[in-house]
C-alpha cells in the first residue's frame, strides 16, 4: 500500500450516482476549496515554538499521531508544509459525500489522505489502526471530530494503543485569522497570515488515558494564550 495519495482502508462501493453525477459535482468542489486555501498556503508564515526535529527523530522509529481541536483544522494544513515527505501525517477523511467534498485537494496540497469506509464491518478504529501498522507513515487528527467539541473522544486513544503510536498534541495561535462560530467554530487564515505552532512531548499511548490526553491539551492551550 501505497502512502502517497487517496487511500481506502476499506473496498469503495461505487454506485452509477457516484460516476455520473457525484464525482463531476465533487472535483469541482474540490477545485473550489483549493483555491480558497491557496492564497493562504502560498503566502502563510509558520513558526514552530519548539523546534520540530525532536518529533521528526521519533517519527523515524515509531508512527506519531498529531491531535488538535476540529476548529484549528484548517491551521495544522500549514504547520507540515516544510516536513519531509515521509513524515508529513496523513488526513483522516471518511467516505460520506461531505468528506469527498475536499479530499482530493488536501492530496493536491501533498498531503495523505485515509478514507475509512462507514459502511465496512471493521470499525473505523480498528481500519484506521491496522493501517498505521500495516502501512506506517503517520496521521493528524481533530480529537473531538463530530462533537461533543473541546473534548477528546476516546478512539484517539484507542488508535494510538493499538498501533503503537506516540501522541504529539498541537495548539495554535496566528495573525490575520478569523473565528468563525456557525455551524461550528473554524479558525480561517486569511491571505499572509502568520501562525505559530506550539506542541507538546510526545505521549506513549500505553501509558496515558483520555483524561491525561485531555488535560495535556487543555494545558498547550492555556500555555499558548498567556505566551
Not at 32 to 44: K, N, R, W
Request: hydrophobic share 45%; aromatic share 10%.
Amino acid at each position: 500500500m501505497t502512502r502517497r495519495g487517496l487511500i481506502h482502508l476499506a473496498p469503495p462501493h461505487r454506485g452509477a450516482v457516484d460516476a455520473f453525477v457525484l464525482d463531476p459535482l465533487l472535483l469541482l468542489a474540490n477545485c473550489a476549496f483549493a483555491a480558497c486555501m491557496l492564497p493562504y498556503l502560498s503566502t502563510v508564515t509558520v513558526r514552530w515554538k519548539r523546534p520540530p526535529e525532536r518529533l521528526l527523530e521519533a517519527a523515524a522509529s515509531r508512527p506519531l499521531i498529531y491531535y488538535t481541536w476540529h476548529a484549528y483544522t484548517w491551521l495544522s494544513v500549514a504547520a507540515f508544509r516544510e516536513f519531509p515527505g515521509w513524515a508529513v501525517p496523513a488526513i483522516l477523511a471518511h467516505d460520506g459525500w461531505r468528506s469527498r467534498l475536499n479530499q482530493r485537494a488536501y492530496v493536491w496540497f501533498g498531503f495523505p489522505v485515509w478514507v475509512y469506509g462507514r459502511a465496512s464491518p471493521v470499525r473505523p478504529r480498528k481500519q484506521i489502526a491496522d493501517a498505521l501498522l500495516t502501512q506506517g507513515g503517520h496521521l493528524a487528527l481533530a480529537a473531538d471530530s463530530g462533537g461533543p467539541y473541546g473534548r477528546v473522544k476516546e478512539g484517539l486513544l484507542d488508535i494510538a494503543q493499538a498501533s503503537g503510536a506516540l501522541l504529539v498534541r498541537l495548539m495554535f495561535r496566528g495573525r490575520r485569522v478569523v473565528r468563525i462560530r456557525r455551524p461550528v467554530t473554524h479558525y480561517l487564515p486569511l491571505p499572509f497570515c502568520s501562525l505559530v505552532v506550539h506542541s507538546g512531548e510526545p505521549l506513549a499511548a500505553e501509558r496515558a488515558s483520555t483524561a491525561h490526553c485531555q488535560e495535556a491539551l487543555d494545558r498547550l492551550q492555556d500555555d499558548r494564550s498567556t505566551d
